[in-house]
């Protein structure tokens, strides 16, 4: 079974990274089925039923998104929280529909790697930032949560002169598809 790619940024068209992603995955759909929250549901209304379905046509889930003042972006929240449902998702009885699926992140971090260091500019690692995510899904939902994907750095810093380089950018997709694979 292919691996389930759930994209959730609210403006893709002017992405750099997650678009460049996209394209990249969309060359091996024998592999990877992508699904892109804000083009399917953009007013919000998410089909709950068919989502589970989508969830359980396939082996490992993959969550992509840009972070989205220090959390993911408000339609991921959402179908966070209508699809992994108790009785689906988790709970005693029937709730077992992620246990033991592989899953993942996949995020771009506008912010340089530096500053998220205990002594940078916003204290906490992405890995303490994203830890809701493994408490869901590793210890809550039962899942075989792997680590997360990271490529920083994805936007001009006002006042600064960097910016991401084509290179770079090159670099994280062949980066992003070796992950994938070594889920």
């Not at 919000?44 to 396939?58: F, R, T, Y």
């Not at 009885?93 to 592989?102: S, V």
């Not at 949560?145 to 770079?168: D, H, L, M, N, W």
């Amino acid at each position: 079974m292919k691996t389930l790619i759930i994209v959730t940024h609210p403006d893709i068209e002017h992405s750099m990274i997650n678009k460049r992603w996209i394209e990249e995955l969309s060359k091996y759909p024998d592999k990877f089925t992508i699904h892109e929250l804000y083009k399917e549901y953009p007013h919000g209304n998410i089909d709950i039923k068919k989502e589970q379905e989508l969830v359980e046509s396939h082996d490992n889930l993959i969550f992509q998104f840009p972070l989205f003042n220090f959390s993911s972006p408000p339609l991921l929240k959402k179908w966070l929280d209508d699809v992994l449902v108790h009785g689906w998702a988790y709970g005693r009885e029937r709730g077992d529909k992620l246990k033991g699926r592989k899953i993942s992140l996949a995020v771009s971090a506008g912010i340089q790697k530096e500053d998220y260091q205990p002594d940078g500019k916003y204290y906490y690692t992405l890995e303490q930032i994203l830890a809701p995510f493994k408490v869901l899904f590793q210890f809550y939902c039962h899942s075989d949560y792997r680590p997360f994907f990271v490529f920083y750095g994805a936007e001009k810093i006002p006042g600064e002169e960097y910016a991401s380089t084509t290179e770079e950018i090159e670099k994280s997709v062949k980066d992003y598809l070796n992950f994938i694979s070594g889920i």
